[in-house]
């Protein structure tokens, strides 16, 4: 599960009851900072997680991922809250009612797990077209560690050696390609000297990126 962007009010969610958008209001419940808890290291901007989710949380988490998967052109992908306290789905504004119905429904079957939903951005499909088009057009250079796309950000991170790549660059060489196929995505480039070379990260993991204790 993996699980940004900044995103407008879904009424068919927040009116089923089930998941509550990121710009509605609940009188101060915990489903008001959903979107804002999922926290980030200030350093590589990677969202990072701690401790281990609660069985209903984790349920939830599965439920809703095992619906991101079963709709990739629509949802982006789903993510805990850092310390795990709920979960967030992240869909694109093309999403279908039914689509947002049966996530709305699967939330609604665990009342006490506060669940979000931000809605904007580019689809798992479309995350992951872009991402392979990176990977044919600068994402070979020596000095790149690894890369992929960060659900949560709805990015692409990328691990470079500064010593054997000028990050500027690489940045203007990836933008390029991405604006040959009319696609802009967010990226962000982590310097870390010494990593090895061009492995590929699917970023889709139980948490997203880092998980600390």
């Not at 392979?132 to 950000?153: E, F, H, M």
Request: proline share 6%.
């Amino acid at each position: 599960m993996f699980a940004p962007l900044r995103f407008a009010l879904v009424a068919a969610l927040a009116a089923a009851g089930g998941l509550t958008s990121a710009s509605s209001t609940q009188n101060g419940s915990a489903l008001d900072v959903l979107p804002a808890c999922i926290q980030s290291d200030p350093t590589t901007q990677q969202p990072y997680w701690v401790g281990e989710p609660e069985a209903q949380v984790s349920r939830l988490g599965l439920e809703l991922q095992d619906l991101a998967d079963q709709h990739p052109d629509e949802i982006r992908g789903v993510s805990y809250c850092t310390h795990y306290e709920g979960v967030v789905v992240f869909v694109t504004d093309r999403a279908s009612d039914e689509t947002k119905a049966a996530l709305a429904e699967a939330a609604g079957r665990y009342p006490g797990v506060p669940a979000s939903i931000e809605q904007g951005g580019l689809s798992l499909t479309e995350l992951t077209s872009a991402l392979a088009t990176l990977s044919s057009n600068g994402l070979q250079l020596p000095g790149i560690g690894w890369y992929g796309p960060n659900l949560v950000t709805g990015g692409i991170d990328i691990g470079a050696d500064p010593n054997l790549v000028n990050l500027d660059q690489l940045r203007q060489t990836l933008t390029a390609s991405l604006s040959q196929i009319g696609v802009e995505v967010p990226l962000n480039l982590i310097p870390e000297a010494g990593v090895a070379t061009n492995s590929v990260s699917t970023g889709v993991e139980q948490g997203a990126g880092t998980n600390a204790d």
